[in-house]
């Protein structure tokens, strides 16, 4: 291992500094293979911690199925309330691992090398978490095959105008293509996992999951065409499945809702959330398991300035939504913005404000974007912030109706809580299983770009002489 650590022709630190291309490949696999004593005891920690949330969310469904959607805090004229405003931040988070897979490599940019596998792992898992809040929505889950357009037995064809049926299949869709994208990107691993394993029944299953892959070159040319494909498949889907859960909102009359700058918005939104996701996980993995050297300190710059980049997308949306209810000229418009400002959720909307539009702001310094523990805090505050977003637009345009008599208040009740900090429990399950069983960074791409960043320095070494 070379102990210099070579710069880029502008001067900046690369990617990837003192490893060769054996050694990134023992370093990643090392964290999976590592026997289970040899595991740092935050892992074992936050395992239990996701296992524990996760007995939660088993009581929250028994509660439900048994009992019916009664023990949730609906009301008229709120009728939707934490089960929607939970499915739309879930699937938000979802959308930072497609983007850093799928757009990012398209446009062929090195730095996400490091932090692709885990974000695309995370958009499985999120994706997962949010599917279950339309799922237990319906009140009656064994009957939730009544969504779908299977033959018309029952004469009770879905009502494809509904933007919530348009969901089902957004959603289905992404999931698809998001687990075909993550395993086909995992396929080489997998093969390099069966090599370097030495546990028998380890071997076994890598051996299955890489699907006789040998690294010749008839492989790795059908790979590149199947990935470059199912790349340019999810660009797509990054824009339209939240689009299309923007709908949900954006296609009724209701005031607050009925905007056309809800696509971009939610978009926007997504991408915020998803980043800051991506780094509350990645920011401390990169110290327990030591990979500071391949999740470095540029990494969490570029995050940041995406972060910083969709934050004032997102904060031109909240000024967007004042100036239509101004600009409208319409009382009912008018009153909406008001109630956000001033009305009885008003201390929701600022602490939005605080934790989207604010806080992000301190992400213009660099010494802040390359600082783990600011980076870190910002993110929680921009999660909240997300969750918020969704409560205002969901609860605050709902709660004051048309008539003052249908006027009421809404707040979510234990089970509704329960619910959703259990998904979190699956989601935390999901995500240390993920670290423990496959290689959270990309190994051949790690392989790659050292090669590449070798030949670089060569190829600018002859320039010089």
Known sequence: MSSEVKRDPDGQLPYISGHTLTSVSDKISEVTLRPMKNLPLIWYGGLALGVTLLQL???????????????????????????IINFVWWIGIGHAGTLISAILFLFKQDWRTSISRFAEAMTLFAVVCAGLFPLLHVGRPWLVYWLFPYPNTLGM?????????????AVSTYATVSIMFWFTGLVPDLATMRAKAKDVWAKKLYHGLSLGWTGSARHWHRYEIAYLLLAGLSTP?????????????????????????????????AIFAGFAMVLTFMIPVRSIFGMKDLLTDRHLNNMAKVMLFSGLIVAYGYMMELFFGWYSASVFERFMVLNRLT???????????????????ALWSYK???NPVLLFIICQFISVGMWLERFVIVVISLHRDFLDSSWAMYAGTK???????????????????FIRTLPFIAIFEMRELIHKDEHHHDDHSDEKH
């Open 157 to 169: 064809w879905p009502q494809f105008r509904s933007p919530l049926l348009w969901d089902v299949f």
């Open 415 to 433: 089970w509704d809580w329960a619910m959703y900090i259990g998904t979190m429990g699956l989601f935390l399950t999901l995500v240390f299983l």
């Open 343 to 361: 009305g009885p959720y008003d201390v929701s909307y600022w602490m939005l404000i605080v934790c989207n539009v604010l806080v992000p702001q």
């Open 57 to 83: 969310l088993f009581l929250a469904i028994y509660m439900l199925v048994t009992r019916g959607t009664g023990i949730w805090g609906l009301n008229v004229p709120v009728a939707w309330g934490f089960a």
């Open 237 to 269: 889907l990054v824009l339209s499945v939240h689009s299309i859960v923007s709908l949900d909102f954006a296609v009724s009359l209701e005031p607050g809702w009925h905007t056309t700058i809800f696509p971009p918005y939610f978009v926007a939104g």
């Open 368 to 370: 802040v974007r390359t």
